[in-house]
């Protein structure tokens, strides 16, 4: 059964950081491109970053520079630490494993308030 789920997530003041953690069951995670996802109210869901499981990242012109993505093979987690937190900020935010291309699976989500 595939499992991904997320912590960290929480009420942050503008300018602040935020660390968020996603565990991946073993079945997937050593063969996925992992990333992190956002859906704020009344907009649709968007990548923040991604990283193979080789470690090549990518990530979203908005958080370039204050957002970083990591992975831990070992522990089966995925990381996105987050500074310089602005309001636009404030969404859920997904984890997301991909283990070939087309194929998704998704965390419940954890929610990121960024207060100005």
């Known amino acids: 059964q595939v499992q991904l789920v997320e912590s960290g997530g929480g009420l942050v003041q503008a300018g602040g950081s935020l660390r968020l953690s996603c565990t991946a069951s073993?079945?997937?995670?050593?063969?996925?491109?992992m990333g992190w996802y956002r859906q704020a109210p009344g907009k649709q869901r968007e990548l923040v970053a991604s990283?193979?499981?080789?470690?090549?990242?990518n990530y979203a012109d908005s958080v370039k520079g204050r957002f970083t993505i990591s992975r831990d093979n070992a522990k089966r987690a995925v990381d996105l630490q987050m500074n310089t937190l602005k309001p636009e900020d404030t969404a859920n935010y997904y984890c997301n494993a991909q283990p070939v291309l087309g194929m998704n699976f998704w965390g419940k989500g954890t929610l990121v308030t960024v207060s100005s």
């Open positions: 073993e079945t997937i995670f050593s063969s996925s491109t």
């Open positions: 990283i193979t499981r080789g470690g090549v990242t």
